[in-house]
């Protein structure tokens, strides 16, 4: 007996980045309401929206005040200086699309009276301590989107 | 409200198996029908599915009405699958639960299945920062074990909580998982193997982390009236709590006070009008050390910031002030996440029957919590469970 033949078959080709690998955010205003949060880092500001009515300084950005349901929200600076609140760094279990960074590390930063994560750039996890001084780093992607980081100075 | 029971239930072994979603799913569903003589697929009215990211893992979306399938279930009166992220079994069997109590099902299967495990371990890594919000948190590289990793660096830095004091909760766990034949991990460890182990996230390394897993479980619930139709020793359904507050990091509580597993706590006693001191057995949702040390404290069974020292007198360990995860918690028996809440529960049956080898055997244990936290430990889902 002859050894059976099979029609091969294409099964994959070479794909760009699906929409769902992608970590970055859609942020024109095609995509989002909360585009400016996106156009405020073209122009080295980071933001967030505050409402008006109630006055909170809202995190992550919003459309909507969960507190009073005003939607009548403004965008405010969160200044460029960070404090560092907690950190660690990503040795083991990156995920795809940051497999190439590791080590890098993240931490939690206290900003405008905000707490939130980050990428911390130009630091080793055994270098940092709570409390450090942090510079917000805004960066861009190949295709111009926006998204910002901290540095140690 | 009718009381409710469960009546019997199976499982995979879980780890990293040789087997499809479809296998696992198939394996659970064999076991659970086989540990009940008299109950067929087809007395089945309901069934909820606990999945956390079918649809990132297998590409596999609408799986309740597919574990049907396999299990040879046609459900009259409810199907659903239930995301709960960690807690996804622990939400099925809550509504499993609530769909008998209620009378709207009769026989319900409470199931939960996970395949963890894809040829290249970076993408299932990618599915878990979707956990944390992907758009605020999740890009940057914030996936389980950078949060815990953060929550431990600060309990260690506002309670003086230690490495070693960490590591003895996978030693205690490993320990107890040596002894169970469905977990992942049965090869004792000791607190040296856990320090000495690759740094994954510092402060923690792997042997702080539980695992990546497949597996899958089912169980059987029916009116507490007609539990003894089906079996001599059924566990009852006693209570249930679940609190949730705030999603990004920005919006927790606290990162290192659990607030909502106080108050989750709180209203599950209270539900089963119980004090923690009637509390035999607590299967708590280890998926880092520093988590079973803050658990804990947010139960009460120690003052805030003492989880470290509570563990280093062994009033953790059975025999001590409460069994903590007899059966070998995530840490020892993988964390297969859609599964997990099922596989703790059919552990603590089997304790109730005295079926578990010795070694972590909970001598006459009459009740038991079962916990679950999910995501940023922003949620945590408790079931009381009694002989």
Known sequence: MSEPEFEKIEHIETIKLPFMLDFYPLEDEKYTQISHFFENLKEGRLTTTKCKRCAKPLWPPRIVCPNCLSDELEWVDLGSEGELYAFTEMRLGAPLGFVQDVPFCIGIVKIGGLLISARIDNAKYDELKFGDRLQLKIVELEDGRMFYRFKKP | ?387
């Open chain 2, 1 to 387: 409200m009718r009381k409710v029971a469960i009546v019997g239930g199976g499982a995979t072994k879980c780890g990293k198996r040789k087997a499809s979603w479809r296998d696992l799913v198939q394996e659970a569903g064999k076991a659970m029908f086989e540990s009940l003589g008299n109950l067929s697929p087809k007395d089945v009215d309901s069934l909820i599915v606990g999945a956390a990211q079918p649809e990132r893992f297998v590409f596999q979306a609408h799986v309740a009405p597919m574990v049907a399938e396999y299990l040879g279930v046609t459900p009259r009166k409810v199907i659903a699958r239930t995301e709960l992220m960690c807690a996804s079994g622990q939400a099925a069997i809550r509504y499993a639960w609530a769909c008998v109590a209620t009378g709207l099902a009769d026989v319900a299967v409470a199931f939960g299945v996970e395949k963890m495990f894809m040829p290249d371990m970076a993408e299932a890594q990618t599915n878990m920062t979707c956990v944390l919000d992907r758009k605020w948190d999740g890009i940057n590289g914030l996936s389980a074990p950078p949060f815990f990793a953060m929550t431990a660096q600060r309990h260690m830095h506002e309670y003086g909580t230690t490495r070693e004091q960490m590591a003895l909760v996978s030693v205690k766990n490993h320990h107890y998982s040596s002894m169970n034949p469905l977990a992942q991990f049965q090869k004792e460890i000791t607190v040296e193997d856990v320090l000495k182990s690759l740094v994954v996230t510092p402060p923690l390394n792997l042997f702080d982390c539980s695992g990546i897993t497949d597996g899958a479980a089912g169980m059987i619930l029916v009116p507490a009236e007609d539990a003894k139709k089906y079996t001599d020793a059924p566990m009852y359904i006693i209570g249930s709590g679940q609190a949730s507050i705030g999603n990004a990091i920005n919006n927790l509580a606290s990162l290192t006070e659990w607030v909502p597993l106080k108050i989750a706590a709180k209203e599950a006693l209270k539900f089963a009008k119980i004090t923690l001191d009637d509390i035999d057995i607590a299967e708590l949702h280890d998926c880092f050390t520093i988590s079973e040390i803050i658990e804990y404290e947010a139960f009460g069974w120690c003052e805030k910031g003492e989880g470290g020292k509570f563990i280093e007198e062994g009033q953790s360990h059975i025999g001590g002030k409460v069994a903590v995860n007899p059966r070998g918690g995530l840490l020892g028996c993988g964390h297969p996440l859609g599964a997990t809440a099922i596989l703790q529960a059919m552990d603590i049956l089997q304790q109730f029957k005295g079926e578990v080898p010795k070694g972590r055997l909970v001598s006459d244990a009459e009740i038991a919590v079962a916990h679950n936290l999910s995501g940023p430990a922003n949620v945590h889902s408790i079931m009381v469970y009694s002989r």
